[in-house]
């Protein structure tokens, strides 16, 4: 009697343990929300990627524009002056035209 007394009093870590199990429904929507979750992460990921190339090439645009007009002003600045024009034109054999070569044209004012 003394084995069947024991059986009764058991401690409850002694005896077999219930294990719970969660139903296919939780389950199931902790499947779909760790989905939602991974792609939710990896869309966040690749448009933060994007955005990031699409820094580096307006970054590297304007890097190329500021360039280009640095080289215009310089371009300006050289060919602005009346000595620069001058000597562009000497040396595409420019004369000063002597002053009866000169041909002025006078419009008469119709009222």
Not at 18 to 41: E, N, Y
Not at 68 to 92: P, T, W
């Amino acid at each position: 009697m003394a084995g069947k007394k024991d059986r009764y009093l058991r401690r409850p870590s002694q005896g077999r343990r219930r294990t719970r199990r969660i139903s296919p429904a939780l389950s199931f929507l902790l499947f779909v929300l760790a989905v939602a979750g991974t792609l939710s992460h990896v869309w966040i990921r690749v448009s933060v990627v994007r955005q990031q190339m699409r820094v580096v090439a307006l970054q590297k645009e304007v890097e190329r524009l500021r360039t280009d007009n640095e080289y215009l002003r310089v371009e300006l600045r050289d060919l602005s002056g009346i000595q620069q024009l001058e000597a562009a034109a000497k040396s595409f054999g420019f004369i000063y035209p002597c002053p009866e070569n000169i041909v002025r044209i006078v419009e008469k004012k119709h009222r």
